[in-house]
């Protein structure tokens, strides 16, 4: 997630190109996603969307305990391969992130 703007930050084509995306999150100790408001429109096999997200990623750095948090634009294009939908294309937009200490207070 190199910055924002209305550019895709990344742009993934194939279900396999995704792959590496989801070992990358391993990384973190925690991850946690909030999924907002999603547009789709359908066109017989073929179906894009729009979605909105803000994700949660916690991890340490040099000893620090500290949070990621990233708000993000989602651009997808989906097939219809035998009855079911799969992604075909993602194109992940950053409008936003902050990384900052996470306080982890106790009661």
């Known amino acids: 997630m190199d910055g924002p703007g209305t550019e895709p930050t ?6 396999e190109a995704l792959s590496p995306v989801f070992d990358a999150l391993n990384r973190y100790e925690a991850t946690m996603h909030f999924n907002g408001q999603s547009t789709v429109t359908i066109d017989g096999d073929r179906t894009t969307g729009e979605s909105y ?3 949660h990623h916690v991890f340490t750095e040099e000893g620090n305990r500290q949070i990621m948090i990233a708000w993000l634009r989602y651009l997808d294009v989906f ?5 079911s939908w799969y992604f075909a294309e993602r194109a992940l ?4 992130s902050e ?3 996470l306080n982890t207070a106790t009661a």
């Open 10 to 15: 990344y742009a993934f084509e194939g279900r």
């Open 79 to 83: 097939n219809k391969i035998d009855r």
């Open 99 to 101: 990384t900052r200490a």
């Open 93 to 96: 937009i950053l409008e936003w």
């Open 53 to 55: 997200t803000i994700a």
